[in-house]
């Protein structure tokens, strides 16, 4: 690597200098999404609600780990989620204009659409990239939670790998859903893209 002089203004560099978006911290970036729903998809193999049947209170195995999981688990999911729809978004503007990375784009958008549901909105795209803009977006970020069909106040909730959006686009109001598993392969197919084409 070169280094230019000190008295040289880089600002006139003739070449494009896009952002830098670092692929292997995309790919991360993916991972720990998948794996903090995954986690809290496990929940219940810690929870031991069948005491009750012995006449003792349910509670957590673990329960300080329980509680550290299940108080920071959406935190990190939004945060995570924020990077990693910034950094997506970077780097499907850089490539706008490559041929083999629009079909790459259209191959995905065939095999894995939609990235998203509409509840509310007018014409919003169930594209990667329309995913990627509404979690940018979003004002309430809440991800969709199951309890295997138990009763209402039975079981233990987990997440689903949905998540609902909601904002505005100037005064309209929107609510989308969000298929994180989609998204997330999304994302990962096209980090082998970039690696693919070095």
């Not at 706008?96 to 007018?122: I, M, Q, V, W």
């Not at 995913?131 to 004002?139: G, Q, T």
Request: charged share 30%; net charge negative.
């Amino acid at each position: 690597m070169a280094v230019r002089p000190p008295n040289e203004n880089p600002y006139h560099h003739p070449y494009v200098k896009p952002l830098a978006v670092d692929l292997e911290e995309v790919e991360r970036i993916a991972r720990d999404c998948f794996e903090i729903v995954l986690a809290s998809r496990s929940v219940g193999a810690f929870w031991n609600g069948d005491l009750e049947e012995f006449g003792e209170k349910s509670d957590w195995s673990f329960p300080s780990l329980m509680a550290a999981h299940l108080g920071t688990a959406e935190e990190r999911l939004s945060t995570s989620l924020a990077k990693l729809a910034v950094l997506f978004r970077a780097l499907d503007d850089q490539l706008a204009t490559d041929d083999d990375y629009n079909e790459c784009k259209a191959r995905l958008e065939s095999e894995l659409s939609p990235f998203l549901t509409a509840y509310s909105g007018e014409g919003i795209p169930t594209t990667l990239r329309e995913s990627c803009n509404k979690i940018i977006h979003c004002e309430d970020f809440r991800p969709v939670y199951d309890n295997g069909s138990e009763p209402r106040d039975e079981g233990v909730y987990y997440m689903t790998g949905e998540i609902e959006l909601e904002g505005r686009k100037g005064t309209k109001n929107w609510l989308v859903s969000v298929d994180l598993f989609n998204l997330l392969e999304g994302v990962m197919d096209t980090i082998c893209f970039f690696k693919a084409k070095g």
